[in-house]
């Protein structure tokens, strides 16, 4: 997955494909699970959703303007919008409904 920042994620969000955000920091075990399943799920996407990554540490202006207080959290984008999120991990299928239903 790509790796976005405080200072490029506004300027990716307004792309054309929907952009899937998985926001971690390094010391979550949490997220050290969920991060594996979408990188294999970013194949399956290819071409209908960009997958990047952003670690919250390194962030936190993002992680203010989203009022992201845990993590991991996945944010969904479409046409520049924040169109859905969820916290915590969730079963590959469980995301891929969730993929679905909002691009």
Known sequence: MNILNDDNLEEVISGGNPILLDVYTEWCPPCKILGPI???MEEEYKGRVDFYKMDLDQNPITGNTFGIDRIPTVILFNNGEAKSFF??????EDIRSWINKNI
Do not use: A, N, T
């Open 38 to 40: 979408l990188e294999k």
């Open 87 to 92: 916290v915590g991990l969730r079963e590959e």
